[in-house]
């Protein structure tokens, strides 16, 4: 069964350091999305990108984050410069055309020291 | 706005008992998607079931049903003879209606089950 992959699984970055998140969808999902979970709290949407732009974004992602699809397969989240506050674990989902359920990849646990 | 209400933070039962998982959410769309996900220690997200709005029609899968009411806006997950495996937090979550555009999920806060033997 196709599944979503997440890369790296743990990342430790200094505060102030530039950190990108990766992310396979399954190949033909059309529509991806970055979620975040505070250690202990509830999963909270970041993004949503469709047609290679932004659909949709929380008031979580401010300019410090941005969202790529660099070369059709692979869906990047970027931080460009982490606070202690952006320790979370990182989702990736996709959904696929026409279908209404989101699937997510195992996540990766980010931890800003 | 769209939320979800799980009021319970954590429930502890031995196994084989059963066990009901509240899950009440508010929108102001008429056609909506509602979603269980579990997640168990190792912290992976795993889509249960999912649900429109147009479809009250409660389902069974094996151990596991669902209890969706449009009247009282709740859609509630039961486990049958529940397992030590079964161990997880398990989040409630709802969807806009897909209009074309991405949309978003909204989570509860999760009820963490615990089963013992």
């Known amino acids: 069964e196709p599944e979503v992959t997440q890369t790296p699984s743990h990342q430790v970055t200094q505060m102030g350091q530039e950190v990108i998140l990766r992310c396979v969808p399954i190949?033909?999902?059309?529509?991806f999305y970055w979620y975040r979970q505070i250690l202990g709290q509830k999963v909270e949407f970041l993004v949503s990108f469709y047609n290679n732009e932004i659909s949709e974004k929380s008031e979580i992602f401010d300019d410090q984050f941005s969202v790529e699809r660099p070369d059709g397969s692979n869906f990047t989240l970027k931080i460009r410069s982490t606070k202690l506050e952006d320790s979370a674990m990182y989702f990736c989902?996709?959904?696929?055309?026409?279908?209404?359920?989101?699937?997510f990849g195992p996540g990766t646990r980010l931890t800003v020291l | 706005a769209q939320k979800v209400t799980q009021a319970q933070t954590e429930i502890s039962v031995v196994e084989k008992e059963d066990v009901t998982l509240d899950c009440v959410y508010e929108?102001?769309?008429?056609?909506?998607?509602l979603f269980w996900y579990k997640q168990p220690p190792s912290g992976e997200l795993v889509f249960l079931i999912r649900?429109?709005?147009?479809?009250?029609q409660n389902e069974i899968s094996g151990r596991y049903s669902w209890n969706f009411q449009k009247s009282t806006s709740s859609f509630n997950f039961t486990i049958t003879a529940s397992q030590v495996v079964d161990s997880a937090v398990y989040f409630c979550a709802l969807s806009e209606p897909y209009t074309g555009t991405a949309s978003k999920l909204t989570f509860g806060t999760g009820t963490r089950l615990q089963v013992t033997l």
């Open positions: 649900r429109n709005s147009f479809d009250e």
């Open positions: 989902a996709c959904r696929g055309k026409g279908t209404d359920t989101q699937y």
């Open positions: 929108t102001r769309d008429t056609t909506y998607y």
């Open positions: 190949s033909n999902h059309l529509y």
